[in-house]
């Protein structure tokens, strides 16, 4: 297949002048043809072609010149376009390639993130002013003492539930967050001291499975949040860090777990290494920092998702429970798959096997007795169902956290259901300057 063409300008010039020289040194054609073909290997310049050329030249005519030629049955024109389409790939491929570069530098440096805030932050903070412990009244002789554990989960602050949206099944906003806040903290005050003030209770254990932030994961939750992501864990941390500060009082010691959740990770699809990378893990941190100077307050943050805990010669495992799968409304078949093969797992490496199984995630207090131990589930402050329970899983429980007894001989004791759905935001508000827009972090 034929076609006549006009050859670029400067590559016919120097075809010319190849010529004129190798015929004047005596080169054939076809001598010269192989010289140019190294030279040029996009234009097939064979004998005949430059034959032609040379003709053409000592007629006077242009260099312009045209001329017929063939590559492979294919014209030059098919020829230039198949290379400019596949340069064009090429080009393409490249880009793509600096692209992932550049996602996997940037994930390179979100993966040091948390511990680089943390390390920045942490000297920063000025520290709440600590509160002295009061009387708390212990009886001599006779009880032998237990701990009590608060399960806490699901605080998703930052969200905002909208009454007018969900048929006035439900209502959220960091006011009501705060406050339910307060009333647990009084809760918990009411029951240890009062109820069970013959239960020589000195220690509190506050285990927090995550989840403390609405987040940013979901698109919906990005445009609808009250604050965005950065504020959501400040304020967070300093409510929870007055929460914490003001049961301080009321307890000799208390023992502050901190695992991360799903909502806070700083990643749309759900990881698996660095889960730590993650707004629980820094309110953890930015909590220890602001309570340093309250002594009878100590934090174990682990960078794992799940950790063991023995508490008072009993071994527990807290973990949110996001890689739990639920059906039929409450995960009681994947839960056990779970339990079961973390036994496996945690016996292989000669470690703890607990007894207690503590999970959030599923806004539910739910317990279940076993062969050996308990389930126990926790729900969650944000309670009464939101858009998305109530429009997909058609559910929507108390806003409620689990507060248990553990004893030394008899384990896991008594079991209360602190229920936080009815506030009344006027009255229980000495923690709702972190829901002001014009609050700004200082020691309260």
Not at 383 to 408: C, M, N, P, W
Request: proline content about 4%; some cysteine; hydrophobic content about 35%.
């Amino acid at each position: 297949m034929t076609e006549t063409v006009k050859a670029h300008p400067e590559v016919l010039e120097d075809v010319l002048s190849v010529l004129k020289t190798g015929i004047t040194e005596g080169k054939s054609y076809q001598q010269l043809a192989d010289e140019l073909q190294v030279k040029y290997p996009q234009y097939p310049l064979s004998r005949r072609t430059l034959n032609r050329l040379h003709i053409s030249y000592l007629r006077g005519q242009s260099p312009e010149i045209e001329v017929s030629i063939n590559i492979d049955g294919k014209t030059l024109g098919e020829v230039v376009s198949e290379e400019l389409v596949q340069d064009s790939k090429t080009l393409a491929l490249q880009d793509k390639a600096n692209t992932y570069k550049r996602k996997y530098t940037s994930v390179l440096r979100t993966l040091n993130i948390t511990d680089e805030l943390i390390q920045e932050i942490k000297p920063l903070l000025q520290h709440l002013p600590p509160t002295p412990l009061s009387n708390i009244p212990l009886k001599e002789v006779g009880a032998t003492g237990q701990d009590v554990v608060g399960l806490l989960s699901c605080l998703h602050f930052g969200e905002v539930v909208e009454y007018s949206q969900t048929m006035g099944a439900a209502s959220y906003n960091s006011k009501i967050a705060a406050a339910r806040v307060q009333q647990y903290v009084e809760a918990v005050i009411n029951l240890v001291r009062q109820r069970h003030k013959g239960d020589n209770i000195k220690n509190l254990w506050l285990v927090s499975v995550g989840d403390l932030i609405s987040g940013s994961i979901h698109q919906e939750l990005e445009v609808t949040n009250e604050f965005p992501l950065g504020e959501q864990i400040v304020r967070c941390a300093y409510l929870l860090s007055m929460a914490v500060r003001d049961l301080a009082a009321h307890f000799e010691k208390i023992h502050f777990i901190g695992v991360t959740g799903n909502h806070a990770r700083f990643e749309k699809k759900p990881p698996f290494k660095n889960r730590y990378n993650n707004g629980d893990y820094l309110i953890y941190h930015m909590m220890q920092g602001l309570l340093a100077d309250q002594k009878n307050v100590d934090f174990n943050i682990p960078k794992s998702p799940w950790i063991t805990q023995e508490i008072e010669g009993h071994a527990f495992f807290f973990a949110h429970g996001d890689n739990i799968r639920s059906t039929n409304g409450f995960p009681w078949n994947d839960v056990n798959k779970y339990t079961t093969s973390m036994t496996q797992v945690l016996t292989r490496q000669g470690l703890v096997t607990p007894r207690y199984w503590c999970f959030g995630q599923f806004h539910q207090i739910n317990m279940a007795q076993l062969s050996y131990g308990e389930y126990l589930f926790t729900a969650s402050f944000k309670g009464g169902g939101d858009e998305y329970s109530l429009g997909k899983i058609r559910a929507g429980t108390d806003a409620a956290q689990l507060l248990f007894g553990v004893h030394k001989e008899q384990g896991v004791t008594f079991r209360y259901p602190i229920n936080l759905t009815k506030v009344d935001t006027d009255k229980l508000n000495r923690y709702a300057c972190v829901s002001d827009s014009n609050w700004s972090p200082s020691p309260q």
